[in-house]
């Protein structure tokens, strides 16, 4: 029989039917499959584990909203009542830095945190805020610029049978590949990691098959597959797709994979410690997954937009965030694991000096604050400074671009190198940007 009339006029292979059977208890769509078939990268050389720099993995905490610097990083103790409000100072374990009395707990732990006082951007709107501080772009029209993650996926590939890219709760379109393609898009486990029934969607097979039927559907692939490779060669769409279903196998397979999403396998007093609320469990869920070699991890926290009554607000989401991230850097630290893990926290903006009618603060970009830690970063620190009444900064002004070069630079890439869009336009990671030098060890 001659195997070539087994393609139809549009090229379309036996070997595409077996895989669209297959698609149901991998998760997939057909459009997925397409989508993967068109995107997903050549087979590169996967690392061991240690990059080049100084950190393995990032886990970024994204704080939604835009948190007011005023009322966290960078209190103005001496400002006048409308611009300082109800916040007031604490000491930290790091002499000579102080912080807002909301954060107690971290207080104890930043002799291990920079904070960076004078980041600057002109983006006062949430959606372009939100765009350029993920990806270190402002949008462009009709381009999606990928965000850290998914670079990060792209030039450094996976640790372990766990996507190297993970967000915990539903990503925007901000932490997306953008033009690198929805095959390195983050995982998304799906679920609330504080509920008594979390359960990782798509990671569960479907109810019938056994471990047997499994491999035999992975054996009827393989063998349909090496009987048409020979008309395929030179043809680098199926092996890319061959990759991506390999992966995929040992994702449902890998009994490290699935217990890295299962929680009940930590002491009652860590998932205390770190809070048994969403942010809590979620943060915590992220240490499990940078340890089981996840590249890239993102946990969001919302309710930060604090356009009235910013002290009560503070009082409850802040009391939140303190208890989680303090755990958080508390845990990596005493399992050796900070050091290589590079912890980002930061929003799309700060809000604005003067309190408003409504006892609020609405967004300001001119001058805001973000946190840094572990990964090659010097504890106890602060980058920058704003001026009096908090309004831009007084020193040190680092945008956006620095920022994602700072990221890139602990991950061991070079950051001014630049990556291609599918229509050959190419951009520089971080275009104009230097890696914050006071920030590291």
Known sequence: MDFNVLNDCENFHRRDFLRVGMLSFLGLSLSQYYS????????????????????????????????????????????????????????????????????????????????????????????????????????????????????????????????????????????????????????????????????????????????????????????????????????????????????AYTLLSSQEARAAFDLRKEKEETRNAYGRHTFGQSLLLSRRLVETGVRFVTCTIGGWDMHSNVHNSMAGTGGVFDQSFAALIADLAQRGMLERTLVVVMGEFGRTPIINKDGGRDHHPRVFSTLLAGGGVRGGNVVGSSDARGIEPASDPVKPEDLAATIYHCLGLDYSQSISSPDGVRITLARGGTHIRQALA
């Not at 078939?37 to 835009?66: F, M, N, R, Y």
């Not at 732990?109 to 993920?134: C, F, N, W």
């Not at 997306?176 to 990671?203: I, M, T, Y």
């Not at 471990?211 to 769409?237: H, V």
């Open 36 to 247: 993967l078939a068109d995107q997903a990268p050549q087979k590169a050389k996967e690392p061991a584990g240690k990059t080049t720099g100084t950190a393995d993995s990032v886990i970024l905490v994204w704080l939604a909203g835009g948190p007011s610097h005023l009322d966290t990083w960078d209190i103005k103790p001496n400002a006048p009542l409308e611009i300082r409000g109800n916040a007031t100072p604490i000491e930290t374990k790091a002499k000579g830095i102080q912080i807002a009395s909301y954060f107690p707990k971290t207080a104890q732990q930043m002799d291990k945190i920079t904070i960076v006082r004078s980041m600057t951007s002109p983006a006062a709107a949430h959606e372009i805020g939100t765009h350029y501080l993920l990806t270190g772009f402002l949008p462009l029209p009709g381009f999606a610029v990928p965000s850290y993650g998914a670079v990060a996926s792209k030039l450094l590939g996976p640790r372990s049978a766990l996507p190297p890219y993970i967000s915990v709760q539903q990503p925007g379109a901000e932490m997306g590949a953008g033009f690198l393609g929805a095959a390195l898009n983050p995982f998304c486990p799906g679920g609330d990691p504080a509920s008594g029934d979390f359960q990782v969607r798509d990671l569960e097979q479907p109810g019938g098959m056994t471990p047997q039927k499994f491999d035999r559907r992975k054996s009827l692939r393989e063998t349909i597959d090496n009987t048409f490779k020979q008309y395929e060669a030179g043809n680098d769409t199926p092996k890319a797709v061959d990759s991506f279903y390999n992966r």
